[in-house]
């Protein structure tokens, strides 16, 4: 496959930090887009949908709306909508919380838990299949430099907050 | 900030592979959405908008419509219409090419180049700043594995063409 991505122009005296985001950039939009083709040919699903699932089947007491809109993957306009249609298929109920009537429990039906349950081990034998060139030990030392990138973004986030950084 | 993201419920025996992606789509989506929100608060424009005037500024004799959609950070719906209101703008031209008049070439005029130069500066201050809590060794080492990651999913896109991977 020729390839051509947003690395393809860099010149070598990019800096190494725009570098580096540049191709982590490119690596999540080709993981991503993977997924998202093989979610459609495999169970004609999106990752939308895939994702509201993975996460309420993690959170076995179920999820507020605000508590499912943070925990999604991927940026969700309208994630309302989305519940509701899932509610409409049988896959997910919404309920008040017994603690707090005020406040709607999303949760997975056994329909969607066992949706899920199909689909779950195709995905982590994509990203396996995905990931198979590296070592325990590049993927060990990958996830804790993205876990030190987090933190930074973090701190950043933390400097601006406080004014520090008011000149970027 | 209190912070909830999608690796918030995965649990300690969730495979390693999957917790890296996990946590490679937090980043992306962490600085992309940064970025975004810098580029619409300081220069009234959008990543897309910005990623046109990236590419071209790096390709002095322009591209074809098919380079720049292939270059392009974020996928795009609808590449064609971005560029005709580019044009419209003065930033961007398009003319065919002199070799090959059938294809046209699509390339930044003076004002173009002038609005990306006020913005690419602040745009590699913004990754500085989110970057900064990696040295420079983590950094080349970060650099260096989501190259090996990147390999490693094309590797897989020729395992699934040869038909070797016909399970996953």
Known sequence: M????????LRADDRLDLR???????????????????LRDSFDTTLPRFDVLAQLDR????LTMGELSGRLMVS?????????????????DSR????????QRVRLTESGRRQFARMAPANRAWIAAMTAGLSRDD?????????????SVSAADRRVEEGADGAV
Chains 1, 2 share one sequence.
């Open 20 to 38: 580096m985001w540049l191709r982590l950039l490119t690596c999540a939009t080709m993981i991503e887009g993977r997924v998202r083709r093989r």
């Open 59 to 62: 959170a076995p007491d179920g």
């Open 76 to 92: 969700n306009g309208n994630v309302t909508a989305l519940v509701e249609r899932l509610v409409r298929e049988g896959l997910v």
């Open 139 to 151: 993927m060990a030392r990958l996830y804790e430099l993205l876990g030190r990138l987090k933190g």
């Open 96 to 103: 008040p919380r017994p603690d707090d009537r005020r406040v």
């Open 2 to 9: 020729a390839e051509s991505d947003y690395e393809t122009a």
